[in-house]
């Protein structure tokens, strides 16, 4: 039986959990995904540990924060005026909004606190600072050699 080469194509079925130390298991998710063996994207703990894999063979990966999404930045939590949101209304804490940096990029942001005069915004990713579980099966393996 072959198993997963550096530049594979590799289909895994997987089951994520997303665990901190003080709230327990925030996030589930599961699915099928492709990926490209060894290629060290935005998931590279994953990429890599593919590599050697054969079809139907399971591996548990625990990731931490640094290979994953990162650790929280505290300078992406910042006070910015309500004036900014006027396209949300109704805004919330907790909403996941789109604003426009001063280098015209967009960016999204979680609300954490919202004011009639302020908006405390996180532009952390919703997962950094956390640590991923990742259990994967490889479903199928396409070799571009």
């Not at 079925?13 to 998710?29: F, K, N």
């Not at 063996?37 to 931490?64: N, Q, R």
């Not at 006027?86 to 804490?93: E, I």
């Amino acid at each position: 039986m072959s198993s997963v080469r550096e530049g594979d194509i590799a289909v895994i079925d997987y089951r994520a959990s997303v665990v901190d130390g003080s709230e327990g298991i925030l996030a589930r998710e599961s699915g099928r995904m492709r990926l490209r063996a060894g290629d060290c994207g935005a998931m590279g703990a994953i990429d890599m540990a593919v590599v050697g894999m054969s079809a139907g063979e399971t591996k548990k990966l625990v990731i931490p924060p640094e290979r994953a999404f990162g650790e929280r930045d505290p300078s992406l939590v910042m006070e910015l005026p309500r004036s900014h949101f006027r396209l949300y209304p109704d805004l919330k804490a907790g909403c996941l909004v789109r604003l426009c940096s001063r280098a015209g990029k967009e960016i999204e942001v979680v609300t954490r606190r919202v004011g009639d005069k302020s908006v405390t915004v996180d532009a952390n990713h919703p997962l950094a600072g956390m640590t991923l579980n990742f259990d994967m099966t490889v479903h199928a393996i396409e070799s571009l050699r």
